[in-house]
């Protein structure tokens, strides 16, 4: 079996991981030094400034945002 098979059965293996298992994946391959400070998953930032939002109402604000366009 020659290499880019076997890089390429990897791969396919790779997508059926777990998010976590993704994480460590990466982190093996490339070296914790290499990784992107803070690599994080979008679910972790959720929620993130809703006080900001509060008492606006979205159709409001949309409308708004578009009014001013004109």
């Known amino acids: 079996m ?3 098979t076997n890089v390429e ?3 396919e293996a790779a997508k ?3 998010p ?3 994480e460590r994946l990466l982190r093996a391959l490339l070296g914790e030094s290499r990784l992107p400070a ?3 998953r979008i679910t972790e930032i959720r929620g993130l400034g809703k006080e900001v939002w509060q008492g606006i109402d979205a159709q409001d604000y949309v409308n708004a945002e578009r009014d001013s366009w004109i």
């Open 38 to 40: 803070g690599l994080r």
């Open 2 to 4: 020659s290499t880019q």
């Open 9 to 11: 059965a990897l791969i």
């Open 16 to 18: 059926h991981l777990t």
């Open 20 to 22: 976590e298992d993704h």
